[in-house]
């Protein structure tokens, strides 16, 4: 998708400053969102050298970009218009780099998502060197939150992690969970220990719904922690979680969509052992 504004100049023009704001991009978030910086300002907020952010400002100056008036730089109205427009085709060229899989799901949900509500969200991935800094990034939330709701239709969960969770039921945390049935049965087979808590913890639900869950997170009280699982393992390989007040808000309608559309896990068991004796 070519932004707007490189379909209402000249081509090549348009091209070349798209690049430019692209390439500099970080620069001129800062100065969108702080309304102005000087060099020195920008220089503690960026790697850079003075000299490297001032030739980059230069360049940034000469497109009509910014302005500098007394060492401080800001967006002109055509900047501001511009960056309006290419910030958000950044952040979702951004994040469909990173996670595909992850804005494929997202895409697929049924209330819509906004892509660039992912903007400065923290990806944690499962690599060899640190095989369980997903997981513990993970888990340090459940110590930061009074309540943690959730969706899944995976039920892949490592061991380490239920186990350390166990403690978090018992303990007062509130913990609303909704399931397809196929990642319950599953979930519930391999931790059978787990339904009992499920059913019997006065801080514990669990809701069965057969609606499809294209995408897998928990809801903190001040985080989003989206879990993106491999394909073919079906094992987790990826979190992704932000703090946007709005990524918040749409977890919260999403779980209400699906919360009207289950049964309580004592529910949908009855059910099913109805079924299996028919």
């Keep these: 998708m070519i932004p707007a504004f490189c379909r209402v100049m000249d081509t090549g023009r348009g091209i070349e400053l798209t690049e430019l704001l692209v390439v500099h991009h970080d ?62 085709f950044c952040h979702q060229l951004h994040v469909s780099a990173q996670l595909p899989a992850l804005t494929t799901q997202l895409y697929s949900c049924p209330l819509p998502f906004e892509t660039r509500l992912l903007t400065g969200a923290t990806v944690t991935k499962a690599i060899a060197e640190a095989p369980y800094q997903m997981h ?87 985080r989003l922690a989206f879990t993106v699982h491999d394909g073919e393992t079906g094992y987790p390989r990826a979190l992704v979680d932000t703090a946007r007040p709005g990524a918040l808000e749409w977890a919260r309608d999403l779980c209400g969509y699906y919360r009207e559309r289950s049964q309580p896990l004592a529910a949908w068991l009855d059910t099913a052992e109805t079924l299996d004796a028919e």
């Design 27 to 88: 620069k001129l978030i800062l100065l969108e969102q702080k309304e102005g910086l000087t060099s020195q300002q920008l220089e503690q907020h960026l790697d850079q050298s003075r000299a490297t952010i001032n030739r980059h400002l230069a360049a940034l100056r000469e497109a009509d970009v910014i302005t500098t008036t007394n060492g401080t730089h800001r967006l002109t109205e055509f900047g501001s218009i511009v960056f309006d427009e290419l910030d958000g």
């Design 136 to 222: 513990n990034r993970y888990l340090e939330f459940w110590n930061e939150t009074e309540r943690v709701t959730g969706i899944r239709s995976n039920a892949a969960v490592p061991p380490g992690v239920v186990e350390r969770l166990k403690p978090k039921l018992r303990d007062g945390v509130v913990v609303d969970s909704l399931w397809t049935p196929r990642a319950a049965t599953q979930f519930l087979e391999t931790y059978p220990e787990m339904k009992t808590l499920w059913l019997e913890e006065p801080t514990a639900s669990m809701h069965i719904t057969h609606e499809p869950i294209p995408v897998q997170f928990g809801l903190f009280d001040h």
